[in-house]
């Protein structure tokens, strides 16, 4: 996974209609946790999954978001 992410696709949240950011989140994975940048709605903290990622089910993003 890139430790960078930019928003080159200028990918919206669906309920605010504004641009994501990157964001650090806490990606569990089969029972493991590891840190990772990805796409957020900065109004309702949405974390936005590629569903490249996100393989079904399996994958969940921890709510709780890092500052910085
Ligand atoms: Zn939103």
Do not use: W
């Amino acid at each position: 996974m890139k430790e960078e992410l930019k928003n080159e696709d200028g990918l919206t949240c669906v309920k605010c209609h504004v641009l994501l950011e990157p964001r650090k989140v806490h990606i569990t994975y089969m029972k493991s946790t590891f840190p990772a940048v990805l796409l957020a709605c900065p109004r309702c903290q949405e974390v936005y999954v590629p569903e490249d990622l996100a393989m079904g089910k399996m994958l969940e993003v921890e709510k709780t978001l890092e500052d910085k």
